[in-house]
């Protein structure tokens, strides 16, 4: 490799900023890391975000593993595809797991995962106005079908049941987020076996599962807000595809910044109101209503999910993702899960990089879903009560 790293300066750090008020000061000063604080060529040809993040993703992606993994272990991957990216090994100063390598590496993988779970909701959103599913009634309806058996991760259903399993469009829209992230990466001996003989993304399936899951449950029990609001901007006639469900994205964020604009001159005004009423000596200044704090701190939240949604993470979703551990992981071949990855690619809509590994690979990992030969198995029924 043509970078060189391996004359690494010290790293500059940011300023130490207070977590809380009601924190020590030993816990209140944490270092924020930005990737000026990267090491020394480690932006060479843009190796950081487009191949050694790719890399590291496709590694934890195609584990089998879900959510457990100590830093140590993230850190070892780290260093593992530093070597390889840069041709030099991290110098053991940038090891540490309180330095900017280890957590801006482990930021991108946590936002890997938040991307699936904004994805599926905003998916969701998508289908209901591409659908015209524009009523509360309709829209109770149909993810009720979708969670019926777990139907949403397959393309049909026959007299048995499901059929097609993982290949539910609404799964294969969330896991296309997957195939978009680690084009790019890079060949690395170490994790050959992930790709013998060809490349499944369990963990990256089980979390699309699980982040379908999530939405399908938001939307039943009445958690996603006012979701017709969101539908007007949204094109009926448009095509189901990662872009116009980023599309819904924005939208989304913007919906919300306008009403948060909203309910805050609100709040301007009653207090003025108030203010003048007093002023003038009215004793009916009492009459005039306090604002729901409850209700605008929830609409001011600028999280890029709707308000009162917990996050996707381990801590509110350990439990689906462990049910559907079971069901993929267990249940299903490598073969089927390598092609859900491959079919997902019709739905990702962003320029293919030409990946780093080597010629001989597969392309499901990279290429689009036509370059990977799909057998009899890619629309076969898959039994879940016993194992594939």
């Known amino acids: 490799m043509d970078a060189q790293v391996s004359a690494i300066k010290p790293v500059s750090k940011r300023s130490k900023v207070a977590a809380s008020s009601d924190t020590t000061s030993e816990d209140s000063k944490r270092l924020v890391w930005k990737l000026g604080d990267l090491p020394a060529g480690a932006h060479d040809r843009n190796a950081w975000t487009d191949e050694l993040i790719p890399t590291l993703v496709y590694f934890f992606g195609g584990s089998k593993k879900v959510?457990?993994?100590?830093?140590?272990?993230?850190?070892?991957?780290?260093?593992?595809?530093?070597?390889?990216?840069?041709?030099?090994?991290?110098?053991?100063?940038?090891?540490?797991?309180?330095?900017?390598?280890?957590?801006?590496?482990?930021?991108?993988?946590?936002?890997?995962?938040?991307?699936?779970?904004?994805?599926?909701?905003?998916?969701?959103?998508?289908?209901?106005?591409?659908?015209?599913?524009?009523?509360?009634?309709?829209?109770?309806?149909?993810?009720?079908?979708?969670?019926?058996?777990?139907?949403?991760?397959?393309?049909?259903?026959?007299?048995?049941?499901?059929?097609?399993?993982?290949?539910?469009?609404?799964?294969?829209?969330?896991?296309?987020?997957?195939?978009?992230?680690?084009?790019?990466?890079?060949?690395?001996?170490?994790?050959?076996?992930?790709?013998?003989?060809?490349y499944a993304p369990y963990a990256a399936t089980v979390l699309a599962a699980a982040a379908v899951y999530r939405a399908l449950k938001l939307a039943q029990d009445g958690l996603l807000g006012d979701v017709n609001g969101y539908i007007k901007g949204i094109d009926p006639k448009g095509t189901l595809n990662l872009s116009t469900v980023n599309k819904t994205k924005r939208l989304m964020s913007n919906y919300k910044a306008k009403e948060r604009a909203r309910i805050k001159k609100e709040r301007e005004e009653r207090e003025k109101a108030r203010e003048d009423a007093a002023s003038k000596g009215k004793e009916k200044a009492a009459n005039v209503p306090e604002p729901d704090e409850e209700h605008l701190e929830d609409d001011l939240d600028d999280d890029t999910e709707l308000p009162s949604i917990p996050p996707f993470s381990k801590d509110h979703n350990e439990a689906t993702t462990f049910n559907y551990s079971h069901l993929i992981i267990e249940r299903c071949s490598q073969a089927s899960v390598a092609e859900a990855l491959a079919m997902s690619s019709q739905f990702a809509s962003a320029p293919i990089r030409r990946p780093k590994a080597s010629s001989g690979e597969q392309a499901a990992s990279t290429g689009p879903a036509q370059a990977f030969k799909l057998d009899a198995r890619a629309y076969r029924r898959i039994v879940c009560k016993s194992s594939v």
């Not at 540490?96 to 590496?105: K, R």
């Not at 993988?109 to 905003?122: D, F, H, K, M, P």
């Not at 019926?148 to 799964?171: A, V």
């Open 67 to 198: 959510w457990d993994w100590s830093d140590t272990e993230i850190m070892q991957n780290v260093m593992i595809c530093w070597q390889v990216v840069y041709g030099t090994p991290l110098p053991e100063h940038e090891r540490a797991v309180t330095g900017p390598v280890f957590n801006l590496a482990k930021k991108k993988l946590i936002e890997w995962r938040s991307n699936l779970g904004t994805t599926a909701i905003a998916t969701l959103v998508t289908s209901f106005a591409q659908k015209g599913i524009n009523t509360p009634q309709l829209q109770q309806a149909y993810v009720a079908e979708l969670l019926g058996e777990d139907q949403f991760l397959n393309s049909g259903r026959d007299l048995e049941g499901p059929t097609g399993m993982l290949k539910g469009d609404f799964l294969l829209v969330v896991l296309a987020c997957h195939h978009l992230a680690i084009i790019g990466r890079v060949d690395v001996p170490q994790y050959d076996s992930l790709k013998e003989p060809v």
